[in-house]
């Protein structure tokens, strides 16, 4: 089991940058996919990005690629986000994820197994 705790949200203009940090906690942060996601007021839940176990495969959502970047330091037991050129339409909560499954990449948050609580970005226009 791995429990995860976000930070770095804030309030930004638009076309500032934010980085966004998720901390876990046990030994086997480094076996896990990581993924973001993240959730406007009343609206879905959406995908962002994921990064595999070992780093070497990213994945972005279209609405973010090119903007967003996503990283990790496994010593460190960290996830990162950079969030760049952001937009008002980028306000959210961000959520971190564990995906406990090699071999794949995941968009979908039914295979993400483990969540943090969130942390709020918010874009001024």
């Known amino acids: 089991q791995v429990q995860l705790v976000e930070s770095g949200g804030g309030l930004v203009q638009a076309g500032g940058s934010l980085r966004l940090s998720c901390a876990a906690s046990g030994r086997t942060f480094s076996s896990y996919n990581m993924g973001w996601f993240r959730q406007a007021p009343q609206k879905e839940r959406d995908f962002v990005a994921a990064?595999?176990?070992?780093?070497?495969?990213?994945l972005y959502a279209d609405s973010v690629k090119g903007r967003f970047t996503i990283s990790r330091d496994n010593a460190k037991n960290t996830v990162y986000l950079q969030l760049n050129s952001l937009k008002p339409e980028d306000t959210a909560v961000y959520y971190c994820a564990a995906d406990p499954v090699r071999g794949r990449i995941a968009s979908s948050r039914q295979d993400y197994n483990y969540w943090g609580q969130g942390t709020q970005v918010t874009v001024s226009s």
């Open positions: 990064i595999t176990w070992s780093g070497s495969r990213t």
